[in-house]
């Protein structure tokens, strides 16, 4: 795989990311068909390749960081189908990201949906190297679905082979957007650059979303390494070009007095990739007033501590997984990220409110697979 030009170290925090997953997955902190799978083709498409394994703390966080976006994932979902409405989700600056996989191979119980991924484009290629060695029909990903690339290799689409049974097809009725209904496409992924507003622009035009649906954008460690300008750009982009209920989830550093912080700071801009956001966007707070500022009427921010603490009640129970004695270390990593949840739209305080991750305590992660298992 080629690594080309001055985007390398920021394409190089997917590696890192998707590495993270893998060592979490390991270490038994939850199962992932496609990510085990694409893990062991990954070492042999990687020069050097160091292996997997980071320490217990690094998993818990990694594991922390999967709970919570997967939760409010999870959450929109259920909440769209509520309102009889097909989700569609972008993610911004997915990387190896599976949990679509997961979502589509597992998700019996959840409405229909549409899930885009953009990503520099040499990342969604490389992912669509790593799917093509990784996968074949046969596999479990893909029964449901045909992976059909297009020309530039920058792109590619899944399409359900089947159309949606009427167990978990929405009703759409009062959605303005009958090509949602009809339209069988699951997943998509597109190469852009973020910080080109122009050519996101005409990006999201080709892909099969519709402003009025109820869409959830993410963004999971990205921002933060985008020039404060360029990611402001992107959420007011996002909350002028949607206009029906909206959401907004992103997680990102936040800068703290402390030698933890200064050391974090440090070692990130040492790898190439400097958080070049967190000066202007330091606290919590301040990512409250950024995104009210940018047209999101609703906004939730709290610290990873705060929002993991809320989700999961019974922590003790990640020690059987892997011991962790570092507690106090744990905290202070913990505090040094953030997670924000905005909300535009008709709704948006409903919408809101259904992000409430205290609403999930102790729900298993994953939960749609326990309930697929239940039915069978
Ligand atoms: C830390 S990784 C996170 C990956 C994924 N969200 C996750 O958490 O596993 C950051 C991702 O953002 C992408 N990214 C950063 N700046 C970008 C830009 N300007 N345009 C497109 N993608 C970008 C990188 O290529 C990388 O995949």
Redesign the pocket.
């Known amino acids: 795989m080629n690594r080309q030009n001055g985007d390398a170290p920021?394409?190089a925090?997917?590696d890192?990311?998707?590495q993270s997953?893998v060592s979490a997955m390991q270490a038994g902190y939850f199962e992932d068909f496609a990510l085990s799978r694409m893990a062991e083709k990954y070492s042999g498409l990687r020069t050097g390749f160091g292996g997997f394994r980071r320490p217990p703390i690094i998993n818990r966080g990694t594991y922390a960081r999967m709970l919570l976006k997967e939760t409010l994932v999870e959450a929109f979902l259920r909440h769209s189908r509520e309102a009889g409405k097909v989700a569609q989700i972008i993610s911004l600056?997915?990387?190896f990201?599976t949990h679509p996989f997961e979502l589509s191979d597992n998700a019996k119980m959840l409405p229909q949906f549409h899930y885009v991924e953009?990503?520099?484009p040499q990342?969604v290629k490389d992912k669509i190297t790593l799917m093509d060695s990784t996968f074949s029909g046969k596999d479990s990903v893909f029964t449901a679905c045909t992976c059909q690339k297009e020309q530039s290799s920058a792109s590619g689409i899944i399409h359900r082979k089947e159309h949606p049974t009427a167990e978990n097809t929405a009703d759409t009725s009062k959605d303005q957007s009958p090509q949602l209904r009809e339209e069988a496409s699951l997943y998509s992924m597109k190469g852009?650059?973020?910080?080109d507003i122009e050519e996101l622009s005409s990006v999201v035009d080709g892909l099969d979303v519709h402003p009025e649906a109820p869409t959830l954008i993410l963004a999971?460690?990205?921002l933060v390494?985008?020039q404060p300008q360029d990611s402001d750009k992107l959420i007011s982009f996002f909350s002028n070009r949607f206009t029906g209920s909206r959401a907004f989830m992103t997680i990102e550093h936040t800068l703290q007095e402390s030698e933890f912080g200064r050391q974090m700071v440090q070692n990130i801009a040492s790898r190439g990739s400097p958080l070049l956001g967190l000066n202007c966007y330091p606290s919590i707070r301040s990512q409250e007033a950024r995104f009210k500022k940018l047209g999101w009427h609703h906004v939730r921010a709290q610290s990873l501590l705060e929002a993991f603490e809320k989700r999961i009640q019974n922590r003790l129970a990640l020690n059987k997984i892997e011991m962790l004695d570092e507690l106090e270390e744990w905290r202070l990593i913990m505090t040094h990220y953030c997670v924000v949840c905005a909300t535009s739209g008709a709704g948006g305080v409903r919408l809101l409110n259904a992000l409430d991750l205290t609403r999930y305590q102790d729900v298993p992660f994953r939960s749609y697979k326990n309930q697929d298992k239940n039915r069978e």
């Open positions: 920021l394409i925090t997917n890192d990311a998707f997953k600056g997915a990387g990201d953009l990503d520099f990342v852009v650059d973020l910080r999971e460690i990205v390494y985008m």
